[in-house]
T-cell receptor, first 115, second 113 residues
């Protein structure tokens, strides 16, 4: 199993450009999440999904859109990139069977710079 | 408001020393997890504690969940350079259909040979 994969690994955008960060998992996990990690801020939840067709906002959702058409994929879209969105983005998945444990399996991350 | 406070934020020690990292909150959590993250990679789960007062050992690492399920600690005995990394705690609380995680800001540990 590949686990959680993310593409691209690195990306540089200009302010106002749009792009999609890809995330896929092959563990048949129903739950998937997007986090951003900034220096001194820890991991903050952007959006999450508890199953195909179901998404919800996390702590910092503004400027980001998500959709979940399949169990495997959970892309994150930046509609109009801003310098404040410069960050490292992590996708994670987990199984509802984990219950209270909700143990997250993380991808390798996408390092995004917005100029 | 930071629900989970980790301390210290930075820790630099010599190989062979012992250390303890703390994760504190005023909120009660259903479970608490510890992750380790190496540069350029995603966090990797080390352990999950669920029961108040629970102690788990993973080789030289000892994890404890507070009796009131509001705090946790990670103790490393005889630290090695391979222990270097960012240690993150994360608390899970019920949020409807799933348990939402809140992460601390992390403790960056450097173990010097």
């Amino acid at each position: 199993n590949a686990g959680v994969t993310q593409t691209p690994k690195f990306q540089v955008l200009k302010t106002g450009q749009s792009m999609t960060l890809q995330c896929a998992q092959d563990m048949n996990h129903e739950y998937m999440s997007w986090y951003r990690q900034d220096p001194g801020m820890g991991l903050r939840l952007i959006h999450y999904s508890v199953g195909a067709g179901i998404t919800d906002q996390g702590e910092v959702p503004n400027g980001y859109n998500v959709s979940r058409s399949t169990t495997e994929d959970f892309p994150l879209r930046l509609l109009s990139a801003a310098p404040s969105q410069t960050s490292v983005y992590f996708c994670a998945s987990s199984s509802p069977q984990a219950g209270v444990r909700n143990e997250q399996f993380f991808g390798p991350g996408t390092r995004l710079t917005v100029l | 408001t930071q629900l989970l406070e980790q301390s210290p934020q930075f820790l630099s020690i010599q190989e062979g020393e012992n250390l303890t990292v703390y994760c504190n909150s005023s909120s009660v959590f259903s479970s608490l997890q510890w992750y380790r993250q190496e540069p350029g990679e995603g966090p990797v789960l080390l352990v999950t504690v669920v029961t108040g007062g629970e102690v788990k050992k993973l080789k030289r690492l000892t994890f404890q969940f507070g009796d009131a399920r509001k705090d946790s600690s990670l103790h490393i005995t005889a630290a090695q350079p391979g222990d270097t990394g960012l240690y993150l705690c994360a608390g899970a609380r019920s949020g409807g259909s799933n348990y939402k995680l809140t992460f601390g800001k992390g403790t960056l540990l450097t173990v010097n040979p």
